[in-house]
């Protein structure tokens, strides 16, 4: 047993490089080793697939792992053999002359791992191959396409039941990442994994912060500012709904100097590929798609998920949003969303064709979601109650924690508003709905007779933006539904007669004015700072081309974790080069001499640079001992625009004050400081147009100086 577990081990250090097990890896490997069966329930991220790939490296005999998605097995492939790994996959993308030779290498023993598809698994042929082959195990990824209820039913994976009649000695295990209490049923009584062991582990991503925000007409916005202050030059997703939106979005960031791509569809396929290609093998690129675009894609450094638009249910944020951060480094899952959505996922709900039980199921599921979006408390305890997890403390990592929202009681409101919808008869929609209770003179109310009514005009003490608010709200709680006819129309629900006869007092979100506006400088990355940025920049070039040299995704090479610890530790040789996490004998051999070099190049040119910051250090203890800036300037012999430049270095890392370095009055701080912020993104180095913006007023020092304190803010 012992012996087992060590060679467990020293497979996980020599090939793929980690001390140590996370979660419940080192139990499931043993389980397969000893030949028992397990269902395995682990979030994206969690490392599911080293609890097949160790012990089919360890079993004799070849791992089968049937995987419905395409692009999936071939990242996972060309990983497996960038390690020294005996891995290959058939599928339909391969021509027949490389299938027959994958199939003879499976015949002569030489695999260690085969992926395949479902479909191909099932034919006479290959099953008669599979037949004469010693197997290790199986592995079902993706379990979850067994489940009819799920929106990834895939019918073939009903017959992955023959596995355990055709082979009832090999052991089997079946992984998802998606599964509520029935999904999970059905996968063991399909696959007839009766006897397996189950693991299941948390679906807490602790590393995602989650933020969502009213949209006040400006996400778009939003979004650009979102991305430049927190993930400039990250690779991220865009989810929107419509593939309009998808075309239009990407196109305005594109404009605004972004590398954002499409993807939806309707693109011709082609395109798509290549733009997936794209975003899989850089570094920076932003997908903008509908939700066809994310399943089968396993890239570990996606630094954001952004969604223009509410998803559906739970289920679909969590999935979505589960594709940020799957490396483990912190990322974000952004989300704005508006009145519109609301009222869009209830009309579509409502007018769908599916049957009773169905449509049960999705009210259920869109409320739940509608729930999640108006929360007043910790995003993350909601998410893991809803899979049936849970958290004792409040997060800590999500808006609600980060900025607490203000509730108040808003029964009064609500009440007029109900009323409203009441008293004009439960056809009209919210703006004309707003319209009556701030009393507009217009003809259409007139033409109905709606300003005669007792509820024309009460509702003065709110602007229409409050009261789109208010309805959004009403909505999401299920107090106002939408008419099925389309038209937007609101009715009563059963729920609300309780709010309308005063028996049940309502507190609704206090909306914050706009989403925090946040310097414009660009938020520091984890663990990056201006001495090693440039490190970071050269590691992450020396990757990428050695990527483009294998025709593999950078993180093929080294997951970004790795990049983050080699450039924290800076090892000087291959000794040191091979404890850094993520690097294994394979990749030592491989990869070390270049990455060392760039490392050895950062040290050397860093030597060299700090004469340069010791000038600097020299003016500001001048400045600080009291001597005015001509003074050093003719004691230095230096240019004038030279001390300030030194000067506006320490303001921007917050040593100087501004008020310390220049005389000038609030006022004309704010002046200068909005022309820069309203600076073009390609003109924000720049100091010209802000000084030809204010006709000269200003000299270049001292804009310089404001520039400064704008970074430091
Ligand atoms: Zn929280």
């Not at 500012?225 to 075309?247: M, P, Q, T, W």
């Not at 939700?291 to 509410?310: E, Q, S, T």
């Not at 008869?425 to 003809?443: A, E, I, M, P």
Request: proline fraction near 3%; hydrophobic fraction near 40%; include cysteine.
């Amino acid at each position: 047993m012992n012996i087992m577990k060590d060679n467990a081990l020293t497979i996980l250090n020599s090939v793929f490089g980690y001390d140590e097990f996370r979660h419940s890896q080192q139990d499931i490997i043993q389980q397969l080793m000893q030949g028992g069966d397990a269902v395995v329930l682990m979030p994206t991220g969690g490392g599911k697939s080293l609890c097949y790939q160790i012990p089919a490296m360890l079993r004799p005999g070849v791992g089968i792992i049937i995987s419905p998605l395409i692009a999936l097995m071939q990242d996972q492939v060309s990983a497996l053999l960038q390690l020294g790994v005996r891995a290959a996959f058939l599928n339909s993308t391969l021509d027949a002359l490389t299938s027959r030779e994958i199939e003879q290498q499976l015949s002569r023993g030489e695999l260690d791992l085969l992926y395949v598809a479902p479909e191909r698994l099932m034919t006479e042929s290959f099953l008669g191959l599979v037949d004469r082959s010693p197997l290790a195990l199986f592995a079902i990824d993706e379990a979850h396409c067994v489940s009819q209820w799920g929106h990834d039913f895939r019918p073939e994976y009903i017959q992955l039941s023959i596995l355990h009649q055709r082979y009832p000695q090999v052991p089997r295990i079946a992984l998802t990442a998606t599964a509520d209490e029935t999904t999970r049923a059905e996968i063991i009584q399909r696959l007839g994994l009766e006897q397996a062991k189950m693991y299941v582990s948390s679906f807490d991503r602790p590393n995602i912060c989650y933020r969502l925000s009213q949209n006040q007409g400006n996400a778009r916005d939003a979004l650009l500012r979102f991305i430049l202050n927190e993930h400039e030059g990250d690779a991220g997703i865009v989810y929107c709904l419509s593939r309009n939106k998808v075309e239009q979005t990407a196109e305005w960031l594109s404009r605004k100097g972004l590398a954002a791509l499409p993807y939806h569809a309707g693109m011709p396929a082609r395109e798509r590929q290549h733009n997936q290609h794209r975003f899989l093998n850089e570094d920076n690129i932003i997908i903008v798609a509908t939700i066809a675009f994310g399943m089968g894609i396993d890239k570990p450094d996606v630094r954001f998920v952004a969604h223009l638009n509410l998803p559906k249910s739970i289920e679909a944020y969590y999935q979505e949003t589960g594709r940020a951060g799957r490396d483990g480094l912190p990322a974000t899952a952004w989300m704005m969303y508006g009145l519109q959505d609301v009222i869009m996922l209830k009309q579509m709900m409502e007018s769908s064709d599916a049957d009773e039980k169905h449509k049960r199921i999705e009210r259920h599921k869109l409320d739940s979601m509608l729930g999640f979006s108006e929360l007043t408390s910790c995003r993350r305890q909601a998410l893991l109650k809803y899979f049936g997890d849970h958290m004792d403390e409040p997060c800590g990592n999500c808006d609600t924690c980060l900025t607490p929202v203000e509730t108040w009681d808003a029964t009064v409101v609500a009440q007029k508003a109900l009323s409203c919808v009441h008293r004009t008869g439960q056809r009209f929609g919210v703006n004309y709905l707003t319209d009556v209770l701030l009393g507009k003179d217009n003809d259409r109310i007139k033409n109905f007779s709606h300003d005669r009514l007792g509820v024309y005009g009460i509702g003065t003490e709110l602007n229409a933006r409050q009261w789109r608010d208010i309805f959004r709200q009403l909505i999401a709680r299920n107090l106002l539904t939408v008419d099925v006819q389309g038209h937007g129309g609101l009715r009563l629900t059963e729920q609300c007669r309780a709010v309308l006869r005063g028996e049940q007092a309502l507190m609704l979100r206090q909306e914050l004015k706009k989403e925090k506006t946040k310097s414009r400088t660009r938020k520091q990355k984890q663990g990056i700072n201006e001495s090693n940025q440039y490190l970071w920049e050269a590691l992450r070039a020396c990757r990428k081309k050695l990527a483009e040299q294998l025709d593999v995704p950078p993180f093929v090479i080294f997951h970004d974790a790795t990049l983050m610890e080699m450039m924290e530790r800076q090892p000087q040789n291959k000794e040191q080069f091979a404890r850094i996490s993520g690097v294994g004998a394979h990749k030592l051999d491989a990869y070390a001499d270049k990455f060392l070099e760039v490392i050895q190049e950062h040290a050397e040119k860093e030597k060299r640079c700090s004469s340069a910051s010791d000038t600097v250090e020299e003016t500001l203890e001048l400045f600080k001992q009291g001597m005015s800036i001509n003074d050093i300037a003719a004691h230095r012999k230096l240019k004038l625009s030279t001390i300030y430049t030194h000067l506006s270095e320490k303001i921007a890392q917050g040593v100087l004050s501004l008020k310390e370095v220049v005389d000038i009055d609030e006022q004309q701080i704010r002046i200068i400081q909005d022309e820069f912020l309203n600076l073009d993104e390609k003109d924000a180095e720049k100091l010209k147009p802000v000084y030809d913006a204010l006709d000269g007023m200003f000299n270049y020092e001292l804009l310089r100086c404001v520039r400064a304190s704008l970074e430091s803010a």
